[in-house]
T-cell receptor, first 116, second 111 residues
Framework: EADIYQTPRYLVIGTGKKITLECSQT?????MYWYQQDPGMELHLIHY???????EKGDLSSESTVSRIRTEHFPLTLESARPSHTSQYLC???????????????FGPGTRLTVL | SQQGEEDPQALSIQEGENATMNCSYKTSINNLQWYRQNSGRGLVHLILIRSNEREKHSGRLRVTLDTSKKSSSLLITASRAADTASYFC???????????FGRGTSLIVHP
């Protein structure tokens, strides 16, 4: 079944730890995105990718990094987590045509990160 | 890319009533999309309306678009408790492939 997956769903870690949030999609989409969202607030785009070996920073400055070595995989890494990184992280994908050319995005279930 | 602004920020209604949410944007668009987000989950695409369309229906959802006022509305008819969620609009302009999202409208439907 075509879908988009995120792991872990919940993560509680201590300050200074290195973490990687996983995102995989089985829809063959070329575009993938990472958003950060605090409760009740807007989604902030932090990274996106138009295809393999293509990554760009989004509107919100982030200390995280991403890689896109395979079409289906778009992991996000924090080298040294801090309490200010506590948030929900949403991964999404879309293809160049989307629904009637509209670039509909498909979202994963999110990873809720808490840094103590 | 531009961000849509949803209004109201919060809406509380009884089951069976209709819910109307509005979205305003600033510059001309190619299309506008509406998404739903259940608490603590990712967003789910609901409906897309193109700039040359004025109204679109999908089940209990009705979306209108007024490009002269740079606004759109989402109507949910005969609401159910399961419609409780946040609703976001995402206007898409020019060659941008990236929707941007506002704070959304938080809808609570009481059984």
């Amino acid at each position: 079944e075509a879908d988009i997956y995120q792991t872990p769903r919940y993560l509680v870690i201590g300050t200074g730890k290195k973490i990687t949030l996983e995102c995989s999609q089985t829809m063959g989409h070329d575009k993938m995105y990472w958003y950060q969202q605090d409760p009740g607030m807007e989604l902030h785009l932090i990274h996106y990718s138009y295809g393999v070996n293509s990554t760009e920073k989004g509107d919100l400055s982030s200390e995280s990094t991403v890689s896109r070595i395979r079409t289906e995989h778009f992991p996000l890494t924090l080298e040294s987590a801090r309490p200010s990184h506590t948030s929900q992280y949403l991964c999404a994908s879309s293809d160049s045509q989307g629904t009637a050319g509209g670039n509909e995005q498909f979202f994963g279930p999110g990873t809720r990160l808490t840094v103590l | 890319s531009q961000q849509g602004e949803e209004d109201p920020q919060a809406l509380s209604i009884q089951e069976g009533e209709n819910a109307t949410m509005n979205c305003s944007y600033k510059t001309s668009i190619n299309n506008l999309q509406w998404y739903r987000q259940n608490s603590g989950r990712g967003l789910v695409h609901l409906i897309l309306i193109r700039s040359n369309e004025r109204e679109k229906h999908s089940g209990r959802l009705r979306v209108t678009l007024d490009t002269s006022k740079k606004s759109s509305s989402l109507l949910i008819t005969a609401s159910r408790a399961a419609d409780t969620a946040s609703y976001f609009c995402a206007p898409k302009s020019g060659g941008s492939y990236i929707p941007t999202f506002g704070r959304g409208t938080s809808l609570i439907v009481h059984p």
